[in-house]
């Protein structure tokens, strides 16, 4: 099984704002309107790769970047393609109740997983008043995903892009399951340390995967390999910001190529290449509790 942990869900025009979508296009050969993906083209994407489930994320950066992507949004999709889709929400804990519409999101919508984007607005992810958000992903036993690592938008706080900020979260919640965007880039080599440091945490490869050199690409997973976290890796491609095809060609590769790898270094094993293509993220949903969902939402008219 091969699974995406990292698809952002939303329309260019519904939910995106103009000045985000060109910033966060702007060193890429995507345009703006790119950033749509409906749900046929995103299931179009998924077979041509041979994807077979993704995390599906929500978006809350209202309060800085003036829109979001929500949670009901993504609930719909998901519910309309349960064995395909799984839904993260997303909350931002900038604004009051947080804690109580992700409870809401989980037991009501069935999302099965928190997406947070720290710097977006423009807080650490171990800010305080993220706690109790914490607090609420643990009672319900799902995985949080944190954005680490830099961004092109030019409203995010660089203050607050290093994954090392994380590992105050992860010594005040031990056994909370983190999962780390973007493998921390460009501080990939702290994160693969940090997840050392902590056996709650996890990593996935999204963009830093699909646009780094394969060079670069294999000494980080060497190094994974090395501090024997490669186990905690999640192929993800942060579609549709970058192609599932491509991505899933250039991993398989890093399986038969030894070209890229440093010396000392083998290519990816066929159990390490089945675990980062999916199987990391199915035993991460796996020991995790499916909540019952309360009913199909209705699809968000804005």
Same mark, same amino acid.
């Given at each position: 099984?091969?699974i995406? /942990?990292? !698809?952002? =869900? #939303? ?7 103009? *000045?985000? %979508? ?26 041509a790769a ?11 950066v ?20 349960p064995?395909?889709?799984?839904g993260? /929400?997303? !909350?931002? =804990? #900038?604004?009051p ?5 992700? *409870?809401e %999101?989980?037991?009501?919508?069935g ?5 947070t984007?720290?710097?977006y607005?423009?807080m650490?992810?171990?800010?305080r ?14 995985p949080v ?10 409203q995010?706080d ?19 399951k983190v999962?780390?965007?973007?493998l ?9 340390d ?9 990593a996935d ?6 646009y780094?050199?394969?060079a670069?690409?294999a000494?980080?997973?060497a ?12 192929w993800?491609?942060?579609?549709p ?22 010396d000392?270094s083998d290519?990816l ?22 909540p ?9 008219m804005s």
């Amino acid at each position: 099984m091969i699974i995406d /942990a990292h !698809v952002h =869900a #939303g329309e260019y025009y519904r939910h995106y704002s103009a *000045r985000f %979508a060109e910033q966060m296009t702007a060193t890429t050969d995507l345009a703006p309107e790119d950033l749509t993906a409906p749900e046929a083209e995103l299931l179009a994407e998924m077979d041509a790769a041979g994807v077979d489930r993704v995390f599906l994320l929500a978006f809350d950066v209202r309060r800085v970047e003036g829109f979001s992507v929500p949670n009901e949004f993504v609930a719909d999709l998901c519910a309309r393609h349960p064995d395909r889709l799984t839904g993260f /929400a997303s !909350v931002d =804990a #900038g604004t009051p109740g947080a804690a109580a519409r992700l *409870r809401e %999101a989980v037991t009501g919508l069935g999302l099965r997983g928190l997406k947070t984007a720290p710097c977006y607005l423009r807080m650490s992810p171990a800010d305080r008043r993220w706690y109790d958000v914490y607090e609420t992903a643990a009672e319900l036993d799902i995985p949080v995903l944190i954005h680490t690592g830099y961004t092109p938008s030019r409203q995010a706080d660089p203050r607050f892009f290093s994954p090392l900020l994380v590992e105050q979260v992860a010594k005040d919640f031990p056994g909370l399951k983190v999962i780390l965007a973007h493998l921390g880039t460009p501080w990939t080599g702290p994160c693969v340390d940090l997840l050392a440091r902590h056996p709650d945490l996890y990593a996935d490869l999204s963009i830093f995967g699909s646009y780094q050199p394969p060079a670069t690409v294999a000494r980080a997973l060497a190094h994974a390999r090395d501090r024997g976290v490669l186990d905690r890796l999640l192929w993800g491609t942060d579609f549709p910001f970058a192609s599932m095809t491509g991505s899933v060609a250039r991993t398989a590769e890093l399986a038969r190529d030894p070209e890229p790898w440093p010396d000392g270094s083998d290519p990816l094993s066929p159990r390490e290449y089945e675990a980062l293509m999916g199987g990391t993220a199915a035993r991460l949903l796996a020991s995790t509790r499916a909540p019952h969902r309360a009913g199909s939402p209705t699809p968000p008219m804005s």
